[in-house]
């Protein structure tokens, strides 16, 4: 049976393959096909022979194309890397339709492409960064077999949990439990050893004293050496190749001798240098056995919890079991008074990482602990800027319906279906998020040293040559022209050609409005849930670095007081004050003085229900000197009294915890150190304001360090006056380190510091993207609304009305985000400020100026198109008819 | 017959000719064109809207699509002032064309 519109839809299909033949040529000659067939019947010819005389009397498909060729001015067609040559002609004619009409509507594709630029090189870096801290400690092979003993300390009023476990437990539990393969202590990542070769020393480098099986557990690559023997000798240590060729330069390092600590030990192996993502940080390891005399370490001492436990066990190991068998094991060693109050269980390798916030880790220091909070907060932050970045796009390929409508319906006439136009929409998504897609990438790497000093990371993109990168990124770019395609394309080729072909322009209510209104609400609520945030982020640190901590902190130098500076501190301290740039000088620890507290405290008219944990501090009579902190009663310490020695020292919360009236002149002991109290401190912040203050208790000692202030601007003259002393009376060859408490103090809101300024960068960021698509849209109205603005200008309104007009249209929404992002952003703050114990009031003025802030910005955005579109001829708009 | 050369020069005035008279559609040039020759010129359908879409680009003429009563879709031209123009120039170098040969061919000497 003939079918005549078959042939038709198959005849056209053959002339759609053509390059140069466009879809309304086809049509074209479609009627002029149906014209000829027409004749042809009224001539007498049947269908049949009608369709085929006429497609004969037509041109053939390659006349046909060269004719329309001739149109096209492809001069370049030859060169021999076109990639007309390399592709299937099919997409070789997207890519060329699509290009093509992305030229046509340049304005729009700029902002198009810039919007979502940004917003992918954001999402790149961010998800780059995840990767990283997801990344740690996956270099062991064992990984999944390594755990770590955690140590949860119930024993005072608050529960402290560490990374130290029971010294002998892990021996213990090899002996006791067969699933333990394997065991290890370790102490890590600080430096201050003295560590040397003949005369030069390597004092700030970290060590890592660890029991011989370290290596056989954790991997780190031997280059010379053998893992399994290297730390088998007490005397053995091994280094990292960079140590060993800061040493001996290209010499070979094995076999030959360092000093440790006065102990000679032969090197026995070389490691590659430690990657960036370990959380154990040395360069040098040597045996565990060693701290026994250099810090009498009790390593057989059931509650030395100073080193850090992992255990390496079998596959099949039951965790809930073992964790039962390693607390019953400790239950039966402790001291009885401590049964109970010590919870002990296993923390997997690779939750090390991002799950040990809460966990105090001194015994392994590394500088950069991460926080799973953080790596969920940036995670979909990044998913939320994409999002942003898509709705953006969904928009202004939906604002330009007017312009493409007539396309549409013109190939529907031509007999494309649905599925087909939606095909070429996708495509145009496809072609336009991969060329965004390059831009972020080249934004990416440009921002990326910026990015690492912000991190304190070393992340490569182009660099890496990871095809899992490259792989994500492709990924990446597929699911954000999905993610950004579908709608548009859903939406534009849903227009029929009746409806397009014969309106002529139009004004009034624009399709699909309803949903780019909602679009725009949704920018502007991150956009000013992110604007709310970062302000109060920067009034908290605004508030915590200037709220007085109770005591002075600038112009003070700190500095260990070892050999001379010990043992004749008076002497030294004399002399020291001969300069006199030096104000006063003092002996103990810096604010606040104290090491965590114990409950093993006593006083007078203590009620023995009552359990305080208070923390023990070190200081000597000029402290007050050096520090200023006050007395509410009573004195402080002073060299005139000789008793003095033994007394105490509290704070204004140790004495409100322990609930002493009058409390000077009564009794204290603290891990059985008896004497009386003769002053009350007033209340300081000697920790960060995250903590509230914590009783403590102050005594005269040996206190370490020597802290000194001196006069204002005198610093350039001083150090080196100190760090000759530091010659004459400490050593010659170990170099001078010093600290200053003003910057100490700095590096309490390092973290915040940094969570600040990303959030800065990602208000920045959210409110470029939507200020970006409120442009465009801007412009789509403007344009739409032109008949409008004509006809109200020739009635006699004034530019400003009009100007008015249309930003209200926006500044409706603008403010309607607000009343989302309110309360979102308060639960949000909320919930970050509870982690300080002093912080700011979350006042409406905050909500408020945020609020002002981002509609001016919407303001400003849309007045530049409002003013063009009031500016505008009224003639040349009302002309169209 | 015409040779490819005249038709391809004779076309554009053919065309823009045609629309001074009013609007059209590529089919209904062709039969004109067939008719007013007396069948000397059939232009196909792929030599004359290659054309059309050329001397639109040019601005010598416009096209809109309008739906029959039948239903059926048509492009039809108009010529513009442009046009109108550039057809007074094609006629201007015709006639002087025109002039010449006729000169030359006048008495018109027995050839056959």
């Known amino acids: 049976m003939f ?18 033949i466009e879809d309304s040529d086809i049509a074209e000659l479609e009627s002029h096909l149906r014209d000829e067939i027409d004749q042809l019947t009224e001539q007498g010819f049947d269908m049949e022979t009608a369709f085929n005389e006429a497609t004969k009397r037509s041109a053939s498909l390659e006349n046909l194309n060269k004719e329309y060729e001739k149109l096209r001015t492809s001069s370049n067609r030859n060169l021999f890397w076109h990639p007309s040559k390399f592709l ?31 917003g992918l090189s954001a999402c790149i870096l961010i998800l780059l960064w995840v990767q990283d801290e997801l990344s740690y400690d996956t270099f062991h092979k064992n990984k999944n077999q390594i755990y770590r003993i955690i140590t949860e300390d119930q024993s005072g009023n608050t529960i402290f949990t560490q990374a130290g476990s029971p010294a002998p437990l892990g021996q213990a539990m090899l002996d006791s439990i067969p699933e333990v393969l394997s065991s290890v202590r370790v102490q890590s990542g600080w430096s201050g050893w003295y560590l040397h070769l003949k005369d030069q020393n390597y004092m700030t480098e970290h060590l890592a004293a660890v029991d011989p099986d370290f290596f056989k557990i954790f991997n780190f690559p031997f280059i010379k050496g053998d893992p399994e023997t290297a730390l088998k000798n007490k005397y053995s240590i091994v280094l990292t190749e960079k140590l060993a060729h800061k040493i001996f ?23 590659k240098n430690l990657p960036d993502n370990s959380h154990l940080h040395f360069s040098y390891a040597f045996p565990a056995e060693h701290m026994r005399q250099w810090r009498e370490s009790k390593l057989d001492s059931w509650t030395y919890t100073q080193f850090a436990t992992y255990v390496f066990l079998r596959r099949d190991a039951d965790i809930n079991q073992i964790n039962k068998k390693m607390m019953s094991l400790v239950s039966q060693h402790i001291p009885p008074q401590l049964k109970g109050k010590f919870l002990l269980y296993l923390q997997p390798l690779q939750k090390i990482h991002l799950h040990s916030t809460e966990i105090n880790t001194w015994m392994l220091a590394y500088p950069n602990k991460g926080n799973i909070t953080y790596i969920y907060i940036f995670s979909l932050t990044a998913l939320c800027i994409l999002l942003l970045a898509c709705v953006n796009f969904m928009n202004l390929s939906t604002a330009q319906y007017s312009t493409r409508a007539r396309e549409v319906g ?21 072609i336009l998020t991969f060329m965004s897609l390059l831009i972020a990438v080249l934004v990416a790497e440009l921002f990326l040293p910026v990015f690492n000093t912000l991190t304190g990371k070393n992340i490569s993109l182009i660099h890496s040559g990871s095809w899992t990168i490259f792989l994500g990124l492709a990924v990446l770019g597929i699911v954000s022209s999905l993610a950004a395609g579908s709608y548009p394309a859903f939406f534009l080729s849903a227009f029929h050609p009746a409806q397009v072909i014969k309106k002529r322009g139009g004004s009034g209510k624009s399709r699909g409005g309803v949903m780019r209104k909602v679009f725009v609400v949704l920018q502007f609520t991150f956009t000013i849930g992110l604007i709310i945030l970062t302000t109060i982020i920067y009034k908290q640190l605004h508030y915590m670095s200037s709220k007085p901590l109770g005591y002075k902190t600038d112009n003070i130098i700190m500095f260990a007081g070892y050999n001379q500076y010990e043992t004749d501190y008076f002497g030294t301290k004399a002399d020291l004050l001969q300069n006199p740039n030096i104000l006063a000088v003092c002996r103990g620890f810096p604010p606040p003085a104290g090491t965590w507290g114990t409950t093993n405290v006593n006083w007078e008219g203590k009620d023995p229900n009552l359990e305080v944990k208070v923390a023990e501090g070190r200081c000597s009579p000029d402290y007050l000197k050096v520090f200023g902190m006050e007395l509410t009663e009573g004195r402080f310490f002073s060299w005139d009294f000789s008793g003095d020695d ?22 204290f002991s603290l891990n059985g150190r008896k004497g009386t109290i003769i002053g009350i401190l007033k209340d300081f912040h000697g920790e960060s304001l995250h903590n509230p203050i914590a009783p403590i208790a102050m005594h005269m000692s040996e206190g370490f360090h020597i802290i000194i202030k001196f006069r204002s601007n005198s610093i350039k003259t001083l150090l ?39 959030f800065q960068y990602f208000t920045y960021l959210t409110l470029f993207i939507a200020a970006l698509g409120l442009f465009g849209l801007a412009a789509f109205m403007a344009e739409q609304r032109t008949k409008e603005i004509g006809i109200r200008k020739v009635l006699g309104a004034r530019i400003s009305s009009i100007l008015f007009l249309m930003t209200k249209y926006f500044a409706k929404w603008v403010l309607a985000a607000n009343i989302i992002a309110w309360p979102i952003a308060y639960i949000l703050a909320r919930k970050w400020l509870s982690g300080f114990a002093y912080r700011i009031d979350l006042g409406w003025d905050i909500f408020v100026l945020s609020a002002a802030a981002a509609l001016l910005i919407a303001v400003l955005t849309v007045s530049y198109q409002s003013f063009r579109a009031a500016t505008a001829n009224p003639v040349k708009s009302l002309r169209y008819e | 017959m015409v040779s490819k050369a005249m038709v391809a020069v004779s076309t554009k005035p053919i065309i823009l000719s045609i629309l001074l008279n009013g609007e059209n559609y590529g089919y209904q040039i062709i039969q004109k064109v067939k008719e007013i020759s007396g069948g000397a010129l059939e232009w196909s359908d792929n030599m004359l809207y290659p054309v059309l879409r050329r001397m639109e680009k040019a601005g010598l003429v416009v096209s809109r699509w309008k ?13 513009t002032e442009e046009g109108k123009k550039e057809l007074v120039e094609e006629r201007r170098q015709w006639m002087k064309v025109h002039g010449a040969l006729t000169n030359l061919w006048k008495p018109l000497p027995s050839i056959d």
């Open chain 1, 3 to 20: 079918d005549l519109e078959k042939d038709i839809r198959n005849w056209k299909k053959s002339l759609s393959r053509s390059q140069n």
């Open chain 1, 88 to 118: 299937p002609p099919l997409v070789w004619n997207y890519i060329k339709i699509s290009l093509r009409k992305i030229k046509v509507q340049k304005g729009f594709s700029i902002i198009n492409i810039s919007g979502l630029a940004v």
């Open chain 1, 249 to 271: 330069g290209d010499e070979d390092p094995m076999g030959k001798t360092l000093t440790l600590n006065d102990d000679d030990m032969t090197i026995t192996g070389i490691i």
């Open chain 1, 410 to 430: 013109m190939r529907k006439v031509v007999g494309a279906r649905k599925a087909d136009i939606i095909r070429q929409f996708l495509g145009e998504s496809f």
């Open chain 1, 646 to 667: 033994q007394n105490w020292v509290l704070n204004e919360t140790a004495v409100s915890a322990m609930g002493i009236k009058d409390p000077v002149g009564k009794w």
């Open chain 1, 720 to 758: 080196p006056y100190l760090e000759e002393k530091w010659g004459k009376y400490v050593s010659s060859t170990v170099p001078f380190r010093y600290e200053f408490i003003d910057e100490r103090i700095e590096t309490w809101y390092r973290t915040e510091k940094r969570i600040g300024q990303i």
């Open chain 2, 67 to 79: 739906i029959s009563e039948g239903g059926r879709l048509r492009r039809y031209y108009q010529i």
